[in-house]
């Protein structure tokens, strides 16, 4: 691979510096999941408040790692398209592809679903709701939300700037009136008192209750999109990724802690079992009363509409430029002659998105879209080497933090974590297997279609 070919646009300004970059992170990775996920994380380590701390730590960390690995490719190819053109230079262009297929049909349809059943589900202390009417309610707001991105780009950035502060006010309120506030004692044994006798056993629990955790990690692969974008990506991208992820692992562990300082643990597993999984709210409602409990709220439920409402906007994108390349039905690459937005790609991903909702509650979603991007995360991760042996003359300004055994125990963490979901949770994980692996074929039918030209991606930005 020749220098040149890390560059397959040079139209874009350089305006994203470290603090840029790190921004960038923080924002696309704090959003609902950790309001939520705690109580996931809680319930697979069986109630254990040290085993479900040490999870959100040990995500954090596989989180890190995979991010010191994706630094490293993003440092040698600062390209738009990030892990799309990964996969494809390093295995097969088909890998790329399913990387693109598995976003419409899963990762980035069942977000946009997952999200707005969080959204309804938040509000349930207030008004309680069946699992039906959650359902209602959340395929109204993703109609409503595809409406406001047919409009055009700009009302859907206006919009999103707006939502921005919402999604992290409520963390830091918890996290000062928790340690400040709270008195229970936190009991912070690792095993829980039905703990298995085997070690083997304390493991795969431990990674079943990691495993929960990781979609609040997720945004940690973003950045590499944009790479091309920043002032010295071979500085500033790694140290963007491995700043705020260490700041971000800080913050879950600390704002779960919070929690525990406040709620006794026999309260929040009922909680729990009522379907009342925002533990946040409980607290700030306990210490500051109604009015710390709207407060958390509304700036929980701005934050998590606002990630919707980027995943509507961005999404669609990708698809776009698929079919550019003729990776897609073409009338995925057409815009909209009055609004200029991928207008079929974007109703696609919203009829798709409404299907996810009516087949699959909210923990199932966020369990399947975890799978399937995990999965394609590792192969990335697996790039690292596969571009050392591949492209040994390629520049490479970062490299991964301790060599190829850092990146040997990252691909090991990965294989763990999914092949314990995949034994724990095998049904949801199936679905995550499948969609890529009809990705595989839809890819051949395409290729043949385009007179055997490869997918690259590098149209996408």
Same mark, same amino acid.
């Given at each position: 691979?020749?220098?040149?070919?890390?560059?397959?646009?040079?139209?874009?300004?350089?305006?994203?510096?470290?603090?840029?970059?790190?921004?960038?992170?923080?924002?696309?990775?704090?959003?609902?999941?950790?309001?939520?996920?705690?109580?996931?994380?809680?319930?697979?380590?069986?109630?254990?408040?040290?085993?479900?701390?040490?999870?959100?730590?040990?995500?954090?960390?596989?989180?890190?790692?995979?991010?010191?690995?994706?630094?490293?490719?993003?440092?040698?190819?600062?390209?738009?398209?990030?892990?799309?053109?990964?996969?494809?230079?390093?295995?097969?262009?088909?890998?790329?592809?399913?990387?693109?297929?598995?976003?419409?049909?899963?990762?980035?349809?069942?977000?946009?679903?997952?999200?707005?059943?969080?959204?309804?589900?938040?509000?349930?202390?207030?008004?309680?709701?069946?699992?039906?009417?959650?359902?209602?309610?959340?395929?109204?707001?993703?109609?409503?939300?595809?409406?406001?991105?047919?409009?055009?780009?700009?009302?859907?950035?206006?919009?999103?700037?707006?939502?921005?502060?919402?999604?992290?006010?409520?963390?830091?309120?918890?996290?000062?009136?928790?340690?400040?506030?709270?008195?229970?004692?936190?009991?912070?044994?690792?095993?829980?008192?039905?703990?298995?006798?085997?070690?083997?056993?304390?493991?795969?629990?431990?990674?079943?209750?990691?495993?929960?955790?990781?979609?609040?990690?997720?945004?940690?692969?973003?950045?590499?999109?944009?790479?091309?974008?920043?002032?010295?990506?071979? *500085?500033? !991208? $790694? /140290?963007?990724? &491995?700043?705020?992820?260490?700041?971000?692992?800080? @913050? =879950?562990?600390?704002?779960?802690? #919070?929690?525990? *300082?406040? !709620? $006794? /643990?026999?309260? &929040?597993?009922?909680?729990?079992?009522?379907?009342? @999984? =925002?533990?946040?709210?409980?607290? #700030?409602?306990?210490?500051?009363?109604? /009015?710390?409990?709207?407060?958390?709220l509304i700036g929980m439920s701005v934050g998590i509409i606002g990630t919707i409402n980027g995943d509507v906007l961005t999404f669609p994108r990708?698809?776009?430029?698929?079919?550019?390349?003729?990776?897609?039905?073409?009338?995925?690459?057409?815009?909209?002659?009055?609004?200029?937005?991928?207008?079929?790609?974007?109703?696609?991903?919203?009829?798709?998105?409404?299907?996810?909702?009516?087949?699959?509650?909210?923990?199932?979603?966020?369990?399947?879209?975890?799978?399937?991007?995990?999965?394609?995360?590792?192969?990335?991760?697996?790039?690292?080497?596969?571009?050392?042996?591949?492209?040994?003359?390629?520049?490479?300004?970062?490299?991964?933090?301790?060599?190829?055994?850092?990146?040997?125990?990252?691909?090991?963490?990965?294989?763990?974590?999914?092949?314990?979901?995949?034994?724990?949770?095998?049904?949801?994980?199936?679905?995550?297997?499948?969609?890529?692996?009809?990705?595989?074929?839809?890819?051949?039918?395409?290729?043949?279609?385009?007179?055997?030209?490869?997918?690259?991606?590098?149209?996408?930005?």
């Amino acid at each position: 691979m020749s220098k040149s070919s890390t560059n397959v646009s040079s139209g874009f300004h350089k305006e994203i510096g470290l603090f840029g970059g790190i921004s960038l992170v923080a924002g696309m990775t704090i959003g609902s999941g950790i309001y939520y996920l705690g109580s996931y994380v809680l319930q697979r380590a069986e109630m254990s408040i040290g085993m479900a701390l040490l999870c959100w730590i040990i995500g954090g960390i596989v989180s890190i790692l995979g991010g010191l690995c994706f630094a490293e490719l993003g440092a040698s190819m600062p390209v738009a398209g990030g892990m799309t053109i990964y996969l494809s230079k390093a295995y097969n262009p088909a890998v790329g592809f399913i990387n693109g297929f598995s976003l419409l049909f899963i990762n980035g349809s069942g977000s946009i679903a997952a999200l707005s059943i969080a959204f309804i589900t938040a509000f349930n202390a207030i008004i309680p709701m069946s699992e039906i009417t959650v359902k209602i309610f959340a395929v109204i707001i993703i109609i409503l939300f595809t409406a406001l991105n047919y409009r055009g780009v700009k009302v859907a950035t206006l919009f999103q700037n707006f939502t921005m502060v919402g999604r992290v006010i409520p963390l830091f309120l918890i996290i000062l009136l928790g340690l400040t506030m709270g008195n229970e004692k936190v009991n912070l044994s690792i095993l829980p008192a039905n703990a298995p006798s085997s070690i083997s056993g304390i493991i795969t629990m431990i990674a079943f209750a990691t495993f929960a955790s990781l979609w609040a990690y997720e945004g940690w692969t973003n950045l590499n999109t944009v790479a091309e974008e920043m002032k010295n990506p071979k *500085k500033d !991208l $790694p /140290l963007s990724i &491995i700043i705020s992820l260490t700041f971000i692992t800080i @913050i =879950y562990t600390v704002f779960n802690f #919070a929690i525990y *300082k406040v !709620l $006794p /643990l026999n309260e &929040i597993s009922a909680m729990i079992q009522s379907d009342n @999984i =925002y533990l946040g709210s409980e607290v #700030a409602s306990r210490l500051m009363g109604n /009015l710390g409990f709207y407060v958390v709220l509304i700036g929980m439920s701005v934050g998590i509409i606002g990630t919707i409402n980027g995943d509507v906007l961005t999404f669609p994108r990708t698809y776009y430029a698929m079919a550019k390349e003729g990776y897609c039905p073409k009338s995925f690459g057409e815009l909209h002659p009055k609004y200029g937005i991928p207008h079929v790609a974007t109703l696609v991903q919203a009829v798709i998105a409404i299907i996810l909702v009516l087949m699959r509650n909210l923990e199932q979603l966020t369990g399947l879209v975890i799978f399937t991007s995990a999965a394609l995360n590792m192969l990335a991760v697996g790039a690292v080497l596969v571009f050392r042996k591949k492209y040994p003359e390629l520049e490479r300004p970062y490299k991964v933090w301790g060599g190829v055994p850092t990146v040997i125990v990252t691909l090991i963490l990965f294989a763990v974590l999914l092949i314990n979901e995949f034994i724990s949770n095998p049904v949801n994980s199936l679905i995550g297997l499948i969609v890529p692996a009809i990705g595989f074929i839809v890819y051949f039918y395409f290729k043949k279609k385009n007179s055997g030209a490869d997918y690259s991606g590098d149209n996408i930005e």
